[in-house]
């Protein structure tokens, strides 16, 4: 395996199993990964159009949800006034990541660490390290988070992958909770009734078994997170009439920073483990 610089002019790599199986990233934009192709399937959906237009968010691929998933309900910062208030889905995603192949383990290697920006928004010494590993159908996940400091860092973390598909329609959906909470209205409710309006745009939070899956029956796939305790939550999104579907784990709830629901906190020079993958199947 290597890395190679495919699109200079918007500072893309690959990282290659074959000529069917790889996967593009992005150190420079917040070390998102931009397409994933299995088995010749392109399973990301990616806005390339937006993309290049560096004043708006990414809309695709897989961001990277740090050091809070969310949004945060107070108009101030939670480290006082001489912090500018995370904004959401917090600074991760938009900052620069370090790179590297682990050559023994055929596996990518992204690397955030503190910096003078980061500090304006969050007063600790940290590193985020993530092995990507590329197999035939399943893309892993294992994530080391670091607490740098002398005194406990509170964390949520979370993935945001897009996921191609063909029809919401065409769409199953599997290993679901009974109940989810909707988070645009912020109320419980029945998470299959909910799911039929997903060519509307939902935003459900789910509290998995730390597994969540689609089936895309025209594609003829299926789609497996699998996202272990602590990183068991789950989101369900849509953004029609854009062809995709976000499902997500994440570790902790938005807002859980200030309300202290599922809150992780790393102790003192600590580090936190989560660890996910992606499985993909052929239906018959």
């Known amino acids: 395996m290597q890395i190679k610089l495919v699109n200079k002019k918007q ?14 990233f ?14 010749n399937n392109e399973i990301l959906y990616f806005d390339e159009k937006r993309f290049m237009d560096r004043t708006k968010s990414i809309r695709g691929g897989i961001p990277i949800l740090f050091p809070i998933c969310g949004n945060l309900n107070i108009s101030n910062s939670l480290f006082g006034k001489n912090h500018v208030q995370l904004p959401q889905h917090g600074f991760a995603r938009d900052l620069p990541w370090q790179y590297s192949l682990n050559q023994k ?8 660490q503190d910096s003078e920006i980061t500090r304006k928004y969050y007063p600790f010494d940290f590193e985020v390290k993530i092995e990507v590993t590329l197999k035939i159908n399943c893309l892993e996940f294992k994530i080391h988070i670091q607490n740098k400091t002398n005194t406990e860092m509170p964390i949520n973390f979370g993935l945001h992958p897009y996921f191609n598909i063909s029809d919401f329609k065409n769409l199953e959906f599997l290993d679901y909770p009974l109940n989810c ?3 645009k209205r912020n109320i419980l409710i029945k998470t299959f009734e909910d799911l039929k309006n997903i060519h509307n745009g939902i935003d459900l939070l789910m509290y998995s ?22 990183f068991d939550l789950g989101v369900i ?4 009439p854009r062809q995709m579907i976000c499902l997500e784990p994440w570790s902790s709830p938005r807002n859980s920073l200030v309300d202290g629901l599922r809150k992780i906190v790393i102790p003192p020079n600590a580090i936190q483990r989560f660890d996910s993958s992606i499985q993909i199947n052929c239906l018959k």
């Open 105 to 112: 383990e055929n596996s990518l290697f992204l690397v955030l």
């Open 181 to 183: 909470q909707d988070q």
């Open 209 to 230: 078994s730390g597994k969540s899956s689609f089936r895309d029956n025209i594609f003829k796939r299926q789609v497996t997170l699998n996202h272990p305790y602590p």
């Open 26 to 39: 992005c150190p420079e934009r917040g070390g998102v990964i931009t397409n994933w192709v299995s088995e």
């Open 11 to 24: 500072g893309i790599y690959i990282f290659q199993l074959d000529q069917n199986n790889y996967i593009k």
């Open 237 to 240: 999104w849509s953004n029609p």
